[in-house]
């Protein structure tokens, strides 16, 4: 479970056509991720470098050590509102405390095994905070693709698009002009050519025409200075340790983040190439890149979908493509990195509007307001909370809100009907141990019909804390006490703490009413749960078919009438 895909490959062996592929698909990617790691890190409110060491640093690790045999890894589009948030609040002393502590608790997730558990995230929560990422990413980007002359964009989405509104008489058309040409170059370049990626063309367009007609338009080096031609030393800054406890929700939300978009794009890669990943291997990954990252200046890192997708359509297979990817990125920071101070913000941010197109996922969000109003309220609220409030509160309340709502519907799938007093019940009629099959069978083998004294309840769905109330509401209808109560658990899967409880006093009200319980055809769960429960002997009474059931009942209603059973 714990070994990487880079070992498992490894040991099936490399053939050179597979290793040149590898190869190939690794420079494709890495000229990919160049203007994506730029732009991601000038988006986070941090230096632009900072987002290529964390696709160099984290982009290595996350292949070397994962458990996919293609995932691209490096910063995204997913972190850019938490990021902001923590810079802007705590500066990136606190973001680096932050990414530490969100690697440390992937870890921790990967080694307990609950890679498989993130799947259980609903998807209308999923969606609601991908889109609202997307909507602030495009905020975030409207300054520079317009060239608006204020000073640094408010983080609250309201403040944010108040303030663009009162500037908006500074735009620099120039740069407009740039950022519109440099979107028309990411349309339509795919349809010319799949060979060289489209943001890189658009990029280098982009800087060419500045530089060659000396726009006036704000470049990386204008705003943030040379970028620097060599990956950065380890080192931590002064990290403030006494903002810890403020720190610890904002870097559980970069975890989950991180796991989510991180699996997501595993299975998405499995189901291009027809293999399988190891979650909890790949969430040890994940949880090493984000510890290393900030030791060599770089921001949180996860598994990105679209590079990922790029690496298996330009033929990678196996992780050496990724780790071709990071040093490509490795070699571009030393021998060109002087020119991406050249790059205009303007094309940065007009290839962050397309990623943050992309990212809305508008059509999966449309389709959804015709979900069940429950998944409409989750979807809403997520969606409203990540712009107007915060990202991490937004992930919290929607997960919240959604296992409430799923527990509700399962209360409302589970019910307790009495069918003892009918002459039929409402199972089907090829059901064998229904209630009418059971008559027919008594009837015939010995003549006998159920006691009038005994009544049968049966027990359908899980039987969990928001469906206990519902055994004691249908117990206090009955208005004489039976001599013999059977409870029916033939359709019970699953039984909590609640359950056991609700059984409990059910059994201790029978008994000071003198009345028999017995429990027919429990299942394998709750029969185990049942025996490991502190008043065991209060369910002593349990059988495996309905027939014994009633012989039971038939026994005490021969005794208390005086006649042999």
């Not at 964390?54 to 293609?70: D, L, Q």
């Not at 009162?166 to 349809?191: Q, S």
């Not at 490795?330 to 991406?340: D, E, N, R, S, T």
């Amino acid at each position: 479970m714990f070994v990487p895909k880079s070992v498992v490959c490894f040991r099936e062996g490399y053939t050179r056509e597979a290793l040149t592929r590898d190869v190939i698909a690794g420079l494709v990617v890495g000229i990919v991720a160049l203007p994506l790691a730029l732009a991601f890190a000038i988006a986070s409110g941090v230096q632009p470098e900072r987002g290529l060491y964390t696709a160099i640093i984290a982009g290595f690790i996350i292949s070397a050590f994962g458990g996919s045999r293609v995932q691209i890894g490096g910063p995204t589009g997913a972190f850019v509102v938490i990021v902001y948030g923590i810079v802007t609040k705590y500066g990136y002393e606190g973001l680096v405390l932050s990414t530490m502590l969100a690697g440390v608790i992937l870890i921790v997730m990967g080694l307990a095994r609950m890679g498989a558990l993130i799947k259980f995230i609903p998807y209308p929560v999923i969606t609601g905070f991908t889109s609202g990422i997307a909507v602030i990413i495009f905020s975030s980007q409207v300054k520079d693709f317009l060239g608006l002359k204020m000073g640094a964009v408010p983080p609250d989405f309201v403040a944010k698009w108040t303030a663009f509104a009162e500037h908006i008489g500074t735009i620099n058309w120039t740069a407009g002009g740039v950022a519109v040409g440099t979107l028309i170059v990411l349309i339509v370049w795919p349809k010319i050519s799949r060979m060289v990626p489209a943001p890189f063309v658009a990029m280098i367009l982009a800087t060419l025409a500045v530089q060659i007609f000396a726009l006036p338009v704000e470049t990386i080096g204008s705003r943030f200075g040379a970028v620097p031609s060599s990956l950065r030393a380890p080192h931590l800054p002064n990290i403030p340790w006494q903002n810890m406890r403020e720190l610890i929700s904002p870097s559980i939300t970069i975890a989950l983040l991180a796991a989510i978009e991180s699996l997501l794009s595993a299975v998405v890669a499995d189901g291009m190439i027809g293999t399988r990943h190891k979650s909890n291997m790949e969430l040890v990954a994940q949880g090493v890149a984000n510890i290393a990252s900030p030791v060599f200046g770089g921001i949180p890192a996860t598994g990105a979908i679209a590079r990922t997708a790029t690496n298996i359509r330009s033929g990678g297979r196996t992780p050496l493509a990724g780790m071709v990817h990071a040093l490509t990125l490795m070699l571009i920071l030393v021998f060109a990195g002087q020119w991406a101070a050249k790059v205009p913000l303007a094309a940065l941010a007009a290839i962050l509007v397309l990623v943050a197109y992309h990212m809305s996922e508008w059509r999966s969000f449309a389709g959804l307001l015709r979900a069940p109003k429950s998944d409409v309220f989750v979807l809403v609220v997520t969606f409203a909370l990540t712009l107007f409030v915060d990202l991490t509160v937004a992930v919290q309340v929607g997960v919240v809100a959604a296992s409430l709502l799923f527990m509700r519907r399962m209360a409302e799938v589970t019910n307790i009907e009495g069918v003892s007093g009918e002459l039929s019940d409402t199972s089907a009629i090829d059901d064998p141990e229904s209630i009418t099959q059971v008559r027919k069978r008594k009837r015939t083998l010995s003549g006998r019909v159920i006691p009038k004294d005994v009544e049968i309840y049966e027990v359908n769905g899980p039987f969990f804390f928001g469906a206990a109330d519902k055994i004691r509401e249908v117990v206090s209808e009955i208005e004489k006490p039976p001599r013999v109560l059977i409870l029916r658990m033939r359709n019970v899967p699953a039984i909590d703490a609640t359950g056991i409880h609700a059984l409990g006093q059910l059994a201790l009200k029978c008994k000071s009413q003198s009345t028999l319980l017995i429990l027919s055809e429990v299942r394998e769960q709750p029969r185990s749960a049942l025996a490991r429960s502190k008043n065991v002997e209060l369910f002593a009474n349990r059988v495996t078919t309905l027939d014994d059931a009633l012989d039971r009942a038939a026994a005490v209603e021969s005794t208390a009438n005086g006649l042999p059973s």
